[in-house]
């Protein structure tokens, strides 16, 4: 099948985000490492979430889903701090990135429903996770971050292409659609 990379960066940055470009998917290396930086549990969802490791499933299983797919497209939000600690630009830059995420999955979904969709951070679908007591309750709608799939997404950005860094004082969050 063949992709219309063109329509679907203006769809990227018509949703909202600051950056889109083609992924390459030949950048997706599964690595143990970042799996095991998750564990550090800096964003305290280690073991909180079913879609942060463990609870997502093993790195093998990860890779496994992944190479299901052969096209894929890489987006980014990028925010400009007044400082390093300008904490009102950094949750501005990731609700914006989460809402353009979401409104993207949505239209992208309805043309290829066997989307993998890979977001930045962990799954807020609900207030609280179920994990590890009960299933999820969403399954098909709750998303696992690239650094879940163990993707070092610097390097994926830079096998792609697509700038990482933005200059001093800026923030991005990255984020992939993966395409059937």
């Known amino acids: 099948m063949a992709y219309d990379t063109e329509a679907l960066v203006r769809e990227a940055l018509d949703a909202g985000f600051s950056s889109a470009g083609e992924l390459n998917v030949r950048a997706l290396v599964f690595m143990p490492e970042v799996r095991e930086m998750c564990s550090a549990d800096r964003c305290h969802q280690y073991n909180k979430n079913w879609r942060c490791p463990p609870g997502c499933g093993s790195i093998e299983e990860a890779a496994e889903r992944a190479a299901q797919y052969s096209y894929g497209i890489i987006v980014q939000t990028t925010g400009h701090m007044d400082d390093d600690f300008d904490i009102d ?21 309805l043309r290829y429903p066997d989307m993998l969709p890979m977001g930045a951070g962990t799954c807020a679908k609900c207030e609280k996770c179920t994990y590890p007591d009960a299933p999820c309750r969403f399954p098909e709608q709750a998303i696992s971050s690239m650094e879940a799939y163990g993707l070092w997404v610097s390097k994926v950005c830079e096998l792609s292409g697509i700038p990482y860094y933005y200059g001093k004082l800026t923030l991005t969050y990255t984020s992939c659609y993966l395409l059937k």
Not at 91 to 109: P, Y
């Open 89 to 109: 630009t950094i949750n501005a830059t990731s609700e914006k990135h989460r809402d353009s995420f979401a409104a993207l999955v949505g239209g992208v979904r």
